[in-house]
């Protein structure tokens, strides 16, 4: 125990003296939460569209009307011709193209139907998606209006939709987006400092001194791990506070359960660290597999997209993502303000995966090669 | 380059002269270690006595650095027996780690941490209360004039002093043997004389010091000398019985007439 005092007193004496540390600590979840929930949204607003009227009557500029009065929408152009719009389409100036053709008023009057064109830049598909459905609503409105001069009154369609948004009412993307950041934070924070600290005595030579002493493979990977851990948990608390301030987060549940799990998704995160610290040599080798895994377990770990639209063999992949348990059991927590027992599997989880992983990177740390 | 005339007079004395009697602290027999298939120490053997200065000599890649890696249980050899301090080589090496200190030529002390924190964590981790830790701290600061730079990051002190200050804390716990690998590489004639001062004081409370090097002159003040070709024991005696056997009048010669005769 004196001896793991004693890694621990000598680890803060270098953390703290580390100039880059005080830094890291407090501007980077500020920047990161500031900077990414607003950047990482999907929701689409100024969506630029150009709009080819080929007929030129009040009912196809009461059409345009309908998209220059949303506020989703700006009208970077009219074109006679389409392929100006096309053009437009290609140099990415447009993100969909609404083409009225000819005669649109006389069909629309006469046969009582007529046709519009909609091409959209799908290379996003999802955005593509999001464009067809916003322009979609837009024209249904229209058409309603049309049925009702026509015929008067308004027409009820004969099935209603009453769609109610629980958990996210205001169908806030940050309200999403802020918990999972914060995952992203908590896990840089760990995974790096961590990864570099080991390899770091490696390079340095100091790795051998500590080898011909009689400390324990254990203390030695305690005495790394604590001091990590301790930062990594005022990271999550730091951010939480900046969160609550700033973007207003809603908490719903108990943020003791964020804690406690976030106590133990550490520890799986650090582990993973050490455990490549002490399988590379450099720490230019250690920070290409950090990010390897960081890049791979973020991008499947539900932040960005939901895991359940992923393929099933993905979905399986995630059972060894510590990122995609503790996405969830945040989003839960803070956002449905689901309790311990409706996170217990996760949180089970979680405490397997990191008794493995420091188990493995105990074994693995060898003081004789 | 150091004149013979500074030699210390303790220096030439051997552990039996000193203590009356030769205890046997270091064994090794038919020590092999391959990496793959070059054979980096091909078959060792030879004795260590309490208290003696024992040398180490070779060109760069003779096999010196592998040698003191393997008795420092840094590293595992392919075969032959080994005993350190009583303790089996193989399978105590924990327990041998705790009679033994080691420097290394890579730089031993954490550069961003003070002299004082640099002898507290070794002594904390060899598990030196820390009562004591201080009382050795103070005298270890006073004996190497430090007072002013005690505060100090090691980064900021001359390598010099950072050499001395390393040794010292090798041996802070006072181990039975220190291993020391080229711990004067680099260092001024001034210092590497005062390093060696501070060997024999340690030599004479009893400690083994277990060096390599490859200064010739340095080889003069060891007690015995073993000199590594090739991974091999080519020679081992007394510098002057080497210089007798090989018909040299210093360590130079006796080495560049074995390094020669390959």
Redesign the interface.
Known sequence: M??I???L??EF??IF??KSMLPIMFVMPIVQLLVLSFAATFEMKNIKIHIVDMDKTPQSRAMISKFKGSKFYSIINYADAYKIAENDLKTNKADVILQIPQYFERDLMKEDKASVQLTINAINGSAAGLINAYTFSIIKDFNSNILMDNYGQKIEMPIQINSSFWYNPQLDYKTYMVPGILVLLVTIIGLFLSAMNVVREKE???I?????????KYQFIAGKLIPFWFIAMFELAFGLLIAKLIFTLPVLGNVGIVFTVAAVYILAVLGIGLLISTITNTQQQAMFIAWFFMVVFLLMSGLFTPIESMPNWAQQINIINPIAYFIKVIRMVLLKGSGFSDILPEFFSLVVYAFAVLTLAVRLYK??? | MIQKKDIPVIAKASPMERFGEANVVITVKNLVKKFGDFVANDDLSFEVYKGEIFGFLGANGAGKTTAIRIL?????PTSGELTIAGFDGYID??KI??S?????Q????????TVV?NI???G????ISGKEIRIRTEKLIEKLNLESVKDKLIKGLPLGWRQKLAFSVAILHEPKIV?LDEPTGGVDPITRRQFWDMIYEAANRGITVFVTTHYMDEAEYCNRVSIMVDGKIAALDTPDGLMKTFGANNMEGVFLKLARGK
């Open positions: 004196r001896t005092f004693y890694i007193q000598k004496t270098q003296r580390n340095i030579g100091t051998e001194q500590i080898n011909v002493t009689p400390i324990h003081k004789r090669n | 420092c249980g840094l590293s595992k090496t924990e780690k705790k033994i200190g080691y420097m290394s890579k730089f031993s002390l954490y550069e961003d941490l924190e507290r964590f070794y904390g981790i060899y598990g291993f």
